[in-house]
Nanobody, 123 residues
Framework: QIQLVESGGGLVQAGGSLRLSCAAS????????MAWFRQAPGKERDFVAA????????YYADSVKGRFTISRDNTKNTVYLQMNSLGPEDTAVYYC????????????????WGQGTQVTVSS
């Protein structure tokens, strides 16, 4: 069983930065593709970024390219999302997700989810 626990959310002013972390339990972390999704109130859960098991390839939603960076440390069973130049449109609950395959862009393709962490960007 794989459990994911996000941390690092909070309140930040527009233009600021936050780094989210997602710690995974289990011995198979380095076999997992990892991703971040986000969900704003009243909206669907949207893809933000994903990374392959090795960290060799990363993928981003157009809305965050150039501002967000996904990375992972397989020695710590942790994936990160560095978020810079944040704007009010980035306000959402951010979820970490995992799957035993190549990264994917839709929530239904992921088997494991964290509980989410709130990110609020004030203008």
């Amino acid at each position: 069983q794989i459990q994911l626990v996000e941390s690092g959310g909070g309140l930040v002013q527009a233009g600021g930065s936050l780094r989210l972390s997602c710690a995974a339990s289990g011995r198979t972390f380095d076999a997992l593709a990892m991703a971040w999704f986000r969900q704003a109130p009243g909206k669907e859960r949207d893809f933000v970024a994903a990374i392959t098991w090795s960290g060799g390839r990363t993928y981003y939603a157009d809305s965050v390219k150039g501002r967000f960076t996904i990375s992972r440390d397989n020695t710590k069973n942790t994936v990160y999302l560095q978020m810079n130049s944040l704007g009010p449109e980035d306000t959402a609950v951010y979820y970490c997700a995992a799957r035993f395959s190549a990264p994917a862009g839709t929530p239904s393709e992921y088997d494991y989810w964290g509980q989410g962490t709130q990110v609020t960007v004030s203008s």
